[in-house]
């Protein structure tokens, strides 16, 4: 079974600090991986989705994440965090097989200081 | 942008009790699907619809629980007799279809509705 698992329950950070948020998955054919984001108070949003071609994506409000087949990996980066990052962050995968539910793990909250 | 749109935000019910969370998926898109996300925990999968019958399900999704296509527009989640334990924000969600038509999974979720069991 497909599973998702992101390593750092609640990530504090002082704005300007980098930020990498670690995602591995589970399963052995072609996936499809996302990260969501959900602000306090607000719905899931795509931040950014990696389906196939470079490995590197980038997405919305300076985002970053890098699929590293071999490692199983889907780390999410940003190089400078504002506090209007504060969130709580979601990786998602697909497998190729199924008709379309994504397996989310348990989040990664972030919370930045000003 | 178009949106998925849920009603209620928020609903209050007793334990035992019938309730129905509303979505409207986005117009084109052809694959529906209900997640839940439990307060501190993670969002899981519940159900996907696709042609008027479910494609798939999760074990979450017993017997207490079903969805309808009602018209072209709404999205229902039905929770026949409520638990303490179905408390949490459920989000509805749409998708383009397995491919999309612009060969991508085009997700979009809705704001959710937090059901809170009494």
């Known amino acids: 079974a497909q599973s998702v698992s992101q390593h750092n329950h609640h990530v504090i950070l002082s704005e300007a600090a980098s930020l990498e948020l670690g995602c591995n998955y589970s399963?052995?054919?072609?996936?499809?991986l996302f990260w969501y984001v959900q602000y306090p108070g607000q719905h899931l949003q795509l931040l950014l989705k990696?389906?196939?071609?470079?490995?590197l994506v980038k997405g919305i409000k300076g985002f970053e994440a890098e699929f590293i087949k071999s490692k199983f990996s889907f780390n999410l980066r940003k190089p400078s965090v504002q506090w209007s990052d504060t969130a709580e962050y979601f990786c998602a995968v697909k497998g190729g097989g199924s008709q379309g539910n994504l397996i989310f793990g348990k989040g990664t909250k972030l919370s930045v200081k000003p | 942008e178009p949106e998925v749109t849920q009603t209620p935000s928020h609903q209050v019910t007793q334990m035992g009790q019938e309730v129905i969370l509303r979505c409207v998926p986005i117009?084109?898109?052809?694959?529906f699907y209900w997640y839940r996300q439990i307060l501190g925990q993670k969002v899981e999968f519940l159900v996907s619809?696709?042609?008027?019958?479910?494609?798939?399900k999760s074990e979450i999704f017993d017997d207490q629980f079903s969805v309808e296509r009602p018209d072209g527009s709404n999205f229902t989640l039905k929770i026949r007799s409520t638990k303490l334990e179905d408390s949490a924000m459920y989000f509805c969600?749409?998708?383009?279809?397995?491919?999309?038509?612009?060969?991508?999974?085009?997700?979009?979720f809705g704001s959710g509705t937090r059901l809170t069991v009494v």
């Open positions: 969600a749409s998708s383009e279809g397995a491919r999309g038509l612009s060969g991508n999974y085009g997700y979009t």
């Open positions: 619809f696709y042609n008027n019958e479910i494609s798939e």
């Open positions: 399963y052995g054919g072609t996936v499809n």
């Open positions: 990696y389906f196939s071609g470079d490995p």
């Open positions: 117009s084109n898109h052809l694959y």
